[in-house]
């Protein structure tokens, strides 16, 4: 029996995270392994509860205790996957791991990926922030790791009422890159 491909989900504080579930959904519909690990202020957004209903394992918050007994969830979770999404995507998140900085479960495991990992990473956040110089500089860093995709972010409505490119790309093309990138 061929063996499923593992997804770790990483989620950060945007709006948008709510439409991870959608795409938790997909995964686990066509028979994927999933996990989600989710930035404090992701699961200020929408509950663990909620994805560990739909992915059927335990959920990873930063700033949660770790719940293997060796203290090393981030290695174990680094090496995981067969792919890794990071969605939302915000500028703060972005921002941290493009300069190595690893102060919460999420950007620890990202950080601790072996390079042969793909790593898709879709923006979400304010038109200017998106524009904004050193958001530009911190993409450019990302694009810069093996394996590493952008996705989006994408012209439309934001949070705020104002319209531009920040919005994140809808969870069905996150959903068709991963599999096009895992060759499935």
């Not at 593992?6 to 995964?27: E, H, M, Q, S």
């Not at 950007?107 to 042969?116: R, S």
């Not at 956040?125 to 110089?133: K, S």
Request: net charge positive; charged share 25%; with cysteine.
């Amino acid at each position: 029996m061929k063996e499923k491909k593992k997804i770790l989900i990483g989620t950060t504080g945007g709006i948008a995270v709510y439409k991870i579930c959608d795409l938790a959904r997909l995964f686990v519909k066509e028979g994927f392994s999933v996990k989600v690990m989710m930035s404090e202020k992701a699961a200020e957004f929408i509950s663990p509860s909620v994805f560990q209903a739909i992915i059927h394992f335990p959920v990873y918050v930063s700033g949660l205790p770790c719940r293997d007994e060796n203290g090393l969830d981030h290695l174990n979770l680094a090496h995981w996957p067969d792919i890794v999404v990071l969605a939302p995507a915000t500028a703060n998140t972005i921002g941290k791991i493009a300069n190595g900085i690893a102060d919460n479960l999420l950007t620890t495991v990202v950080l601790a990926l072996p390079e042969t990992t793909p790593l898709i990473v879709a923006p979400s956040m304010n038109v200017n922030m998106w524009e904004n110089v050193f958001v530009k500089e911190n993409i450019k860093r990302l694009k810069k790791r093996k394996n590493c995709y952008i996705v989006g972010p994408v012209k439309g409505s934001l949070a705020e009422g104002r319209k531009g490119r920040g919005r994140m790309a809808e969870p069905e093309e996150i959903y068709k890159i991963t599999k096009r990138i895992l060759g499935v």
